[in-house]
């Protein structure tokens, strides 16, 4: 069966400050990995996806994901965030050739001005 | 581009009241969703649909029923609302494995 994890249900960074948001999976085949974020009173719009190829995918608004199959990992990097980036962050996982999603429990993000 | 339309935006419902989502998307998909949203789980698939008239049940689909009678739309109803139910209900659509999501319907029960 397939799962993801996210540990941390609520981070807290300054603006101007680095940011991780840690995303772990579980699943046997080829995952396709995607971060996606939901604004206050929004849908989820995509951030970046992960298929094949370089680890390190790069998305919308300087936001980058290194995928890691060693350790079942896709973490979300920013380099200097901005307090428009507060929002809940999604780590979804899509198993290869099947219409399965799994959508972790979303980390909050608060970035303080 | 495209976009996801949800009616309504807010629903307030009673308790044993049978309650309609509707959701409509103009990207042409084929395939839609329907997620349930609680806070603190992530999102949990109720239903989906690959094509028009075809309905696939997700991990959440005891007490929903769902329609796809266009391609462009794709209809949840919550069949008997349960009293103090407070979620919010995400319709997406997908090409491949990327999907879009709606805005969302928030329901309350009273």
């Known amino acids: 069966a397939q799962s993801v994890t996210q540990p941390d249900a609520r981070v807290t960074v300054s603006e101007g400050a680095s940011l991780q948001l840690r995303c772990k999976y579980s699943?046997?085949?080829?995952?396709?990995l995607f971060w996606y974020v939901q604004y206050p009173r929004q849908g989820l719009q995509l951030l970046l996806k992960?298929?094949?190829?370089?680890?390190v995918v790069q998305g919308v608004n300087g936001f980058e994901a290194e995928f890691s199959k060693s350790n079942s990992s896709f973490h979300l990097r920013k380099a200097s965030v901005h307090w428009s980036d507060s929002a809940v962050y999604f780590c979804v996982l899509s198993a290869s050739n099947t219409n399965k999603v799994v959508f972790g429990t979303g980390t909050r993000l608060q970035v303080l001005p | 581009g495209g976009i996801i339309t949800q009616t309504p935006k807010f629903l307030i419902g009673q308790e044993g009241q049978k309650l309609t989502l509707k959701c409509q998307q103009n990207f042409n998909h084929d395939t839609m969703y329907w997620y349930r949203q609680d806070s603190g789980k992530g999102l949990r698939l109720i239903y989906y649909?690959?094509?028009?008239?075809?309905?696939q049940k997700g991990d959440l689909s005891e007490g929903y029923d769902a329609s796809r009678e266009k391609k462009s739309s794709f209809s949840l109803t919550v069949t008997s609302a349960q009293k103090n139910e407070m979620a919010v209900f995400l319709c997406?659509?997908?090409?491949?494995?990327?999907?879009?999501f709606g805005p969302g319907t928030r329901l309350l029960v009273l």
């Open positions: 997406a659509s997908s090409i491949g494995d990327t999907q879009y």
């Open positions: 649909s690959i094509t028009e008239n075809d309905l």
């Open positions: 699943y046997s085949g080829t995952p396709y």
């Open positions: 992960y298929y094949s190829g370089d680890p």
